[in-house]
């Protein structure tokens, strides 16, 4: 999906982190690590919960982080370096929720944190996290964090094409958890169970299906500074490569790459097939209400 190269962005949109040397969590597990890998949104679908007996490594090394979004300023940016393409997103989103949001949900909308970063780990307000987690919304401090190592890490060990849609998807799908938080949707949530029909694979549909309304809107909502579209109207095989990024985190699709078997009663984010499905459904239909996951029995979510 490409950007219109007339759209102004502004770099300070996002903030950039580089990752100290540091253990993943904190040993022994405190009640706020047990809050970021129970609650926190993982894309990977992976169960880190083994971690929390490590032990911590106290040593940390502190370095500027390497990600230049100096260079983001326009479409053409955007459609060259991933950084930027981050930034833009994240705009577009911003301008799309908060045109969507208010008219169809009565919602006001309010811009979360975009936290771009690199190195061995990241601090946010639900933890500590290590790359292996992630992109990931924390509610505490209503913000995104994303390892930019991560596209490259979906190409090689889920099997998705990294592409900008594909990448734009993750972010959309992230912005979708703070669009559940603004609405009530995830405090209303009981995120402790698992399961095909849980409500934590509820919660992670919806924000597919929110990814999904995005999409619908995002070729005709304008940039606020130039009144251009974000983004040019995405082609069919652009679309099918967001739809194959989706497929790629259905938990049993991760279950199957790493050779286990496919457990529905240890889901924690929905099938391929689900996955797929809802965000299908917010793509085609463009409404908050169309994406109500927890309304629909089992046997249609």
Not at 121 to 149: I, R
């Amino acid at each position: 999906m490409s950007f219109n190269r007339d759209i102004k962005i502004d770099p300070n949109r996002v903030s950039t982190r580089s990752g100290g040397r540091r253990g993943a969590f904190i040993g022994g597990g405190s009640v706020l690590t047990v809050v970021a890998l129970m609650l926190v949104s993982q894309l990977t679908g992976i169960d880190l919960t083994g971690l929390l007996g490590a032990q911590q490594d106290t040593t940390q090394v502190s370095t500027s982080s390497t990600i230049d979004t100096s260079v983001c300023t326009d479409g053409v940016s955007a459609n060259e370096y991933t950084q930027c393409r981050m930034i833009a997103t994240a705009e577009s989103l911003d301008a799309v929720w908060g045109a969507q949001l208010p008219a169809q949900a009565g919602q006001a909308y309010r811009q979360p944190q975009f936290v771009l970063w690199d190195g061995s780990s990241v601090s946010s307000a639900c933890g500590n996290a290590s790359s292996a987690v992630g992109p990931f919304y924390c509610s505490g401090d209503e913000s995104v964090y994303l390892d930019m190592s991560f596209f490259t890490d979906m190409e090689r060990t889920l099997g998705a094409q990294d592409t900008p849609l594909a990448e734009e998807y993750i972010v959309a799908h992230e912005f979708g958890h703070h669009v559940q938080h603004l609405t009530g949707s995830m405090a209303a949530a009981d995120r402790s169970g698992a399961g095909a029909t849980s409500d934590s694979v509820r919660l992670e549909l919806q924000a597919d299906c929110y990814a999904g309304v995005w999409v619908s809107h995002a070729a005709t909502t304008p940039d606020p500074d130039t009144g251009q579209p974000f983004l040019v109207t995405p082609t069919s095989a652009e679309i099918q490569t967001a739809i194959n990024a989706a497929e790629s985190v259905g938990d049993d699709h991760i279950q199957q790459r790493s050779s286990g078997p496919v457990d529905s009663d240890s889901w924690t984010h929905g099938s391929s097939q689900q996955r797929v499905r809802w965000f299908t459904t917010g793509m085609e239909q463009g409404t908050v209400s169309a994406c109500d996951t927890f309304a629909v029995s089992p046997d249609r979510l």
